[in-house]
């Protein structure tokens, strides 16, 4: 798992999750990086939010989202129906209000930069492979 979590890393700059309880232990559940980010910290571990868009984005058939609402934690189908009633306010000027905050005791972000940029690590060597091409 922690490789496949470091190759994330590299290639998205970043890995979010959540951490799901189960009978067995802990599962680790991948979120799109697309729709995650982290501005805030608790203590010393990232606040992540999660776009509620997610959903009505990847999934335009309303049964088989709520289907797939169903198989994620409880939080993210309170933040979902927060999120329809329009009661997710944004934070600054040109957000959306679609970003609901997850709770920081279960969610992880794995990132370089320290945490600040979720950029990929060789992003920076694009434009001369282009140039070698």
């Not at 709770?103 to 950029?119: A, C, H, M, R, W």
Request: proline letters at 6%; charged letters at 20%; a neutral charge.
């Amino acid at each position: 798992m922690c490789g496949e979590i470091a190759l994330e890393v590299i290639k998205n700059g970043a890995y979010y999750g959540y951490i799901v309880p189960s009978e067995t232990g802990l599962v680790l559940q991948q979120l799109p990086i697309k729709y995650c980010r982290s501005r805030y910290k608790v203590g010393t571990n990232p606040a992540i939010e999660f776009n509620m868009k997610y959903f009505d984005d990847a999934f335009r058939d309303v049964n088989y989202r709520m289907r797939v609402l169903n198989l994620f934690p409880k939080e993210f189908a309170k933040g979902y129906v927060l999120y329809k009633q329009n009661k997710l306010q944004p934070d600054y000027q040109g957000d959306t209000g679609s970003w609901y905050l997850l709770d920081p005791e279960s969610t992880v972000k794995f990132s370089f930069y320290n945490g600040q940029l979720d950029i990929p690590i060789f992003v920076n060597a694009i434009p001369s492979i282009i140039d070698l091409d």
